[in-house]
């Protein structure tokens, strides 16, 4: 099993619709979660954390599942601008200090 | 300074050459880290730099690839002998104490003709 598992996409929304995301993971002792945004030939950038009791971001909220090792994030009210490629990050080690693991991102297109 | 800078943006070398790639991380940030991006991935671990010691180098694929950052700010990737499987973009990132999130420079993109 890979460490970080995420569905490639595309996923092809138009504007205004809600989309979810979700992510696997394999190591139960995994303590930090994270959803990075990437655009095209750019670097990833921090979206949000994920916290256990779920959190809520403007238009964008993360839910962490641990029981199943699963993670997920929903996009409300797409927008053009939406449009990029998600990646689910964990410490997959669980430490505090250790790398995190990026999974292969989702690809996510805003159409008009 | 303000965020993570590398350079070079671009880099193009012949099979067998070495090359060097820099990272500056952001100002008082303790942890660096390299990663490697290859065309529809996710990022990959190289090695993580806690201060000017390599705290995790597990991630280097082989002996050809070395990592220095000798005052404990900026970091250099050195790759010997490059193959064309080399090509890929290179990214930096640095956090505050290696708790939370990262931010990433905008990459090396390196390419082995």
Redesign the interface.
Known sequence: RKE?EQD?GPFNVPEGATVAFNCTYSNSASQ?F?W?RQDCR?????LM?VYSSGNEDGRFTAQLNRASQYISLLIRDSKLSDSATY?C?VNINGG??????????TRLSVIA | GAGVSQTPSNKVTEKGKYVELRCDPISGHT?L?W?RQSL??????LI?F?GTGA??DS?LPNDRFFAVRPEGSVSTLKIQRTERGDSAVY?CASSL???????????TRLTVV
Not at chain 1, 96 to 105: E, H, Q, R
Not at chain 2, 97 to 107: A, E, H, I, L, Q
């Open positions: 970080v490639p930090s994270f990075y750019k670097e990833p950038k921090l954390s990646l990050v505090g200090n250790t790398p995190l693991v990026f999974g292969k991102g | 942890a880290y990663y529809g991935q996710g990022p990959e671990f993580y806690q705290a995790d991630g990214l104490n290696g708790v939370g999130g990262y931010t990433f420079g905008s990459g």
